[in-house]
């Protein structure tokens, strides 16, 4: 049994989301940078291909595809 304690904290924060495209014009990986103006020390990267979209999908039971990844994201930061 493992208890872990959290801190609830706002932060400011931007983000880019970056789509590296391969031969056929399909993503080839999704990358996600986050970061504050607030906090210059804070930078949050996040590097997803199809193959580890698939096992996060897989664990956590999504329902998009890799290539709805990105916009899914871009929906999701624009919302909170």
Same mark, same amino acid.
């Given at each position: ?6 801190i ?9 989301v970056? $789509? ?5 014009? *399909? !993503? #080839?990986?999704?990358?996600?940078e986050? %970061?504050?103006e607030?906090d ?14 698939l096992? $996060?999908?897989q664990?956590?039971?999504? *329902? !998009? #595809?890799?290539?709805?990844y990105?916009? %899914?994201l ?6 909170t």
């Amino acid at each position: 049994l493992i208890k872990v304690s959290c801190i609830a904290f706002v932060l400011t924060l931007q983000y880019d989301v970056f $789509m590296e495209l391969g031969e056929d014009e *399909n !993503p #080839d990986a999704v990358k996600v940078e986050l %970061m504050s103006e607030l906090d210059y020390f804070f930078l949050y990267e996040h590097i997803c291909d199809e193959d580890d979209f698939l096992l $996060m999908k897989q664990i956590q039971r999504l *329902n !998009p #595809d890799f290539y709805g990844y990105s916009t %899914m994201l871009i929906k999701l930061f624009n919302n909170t």
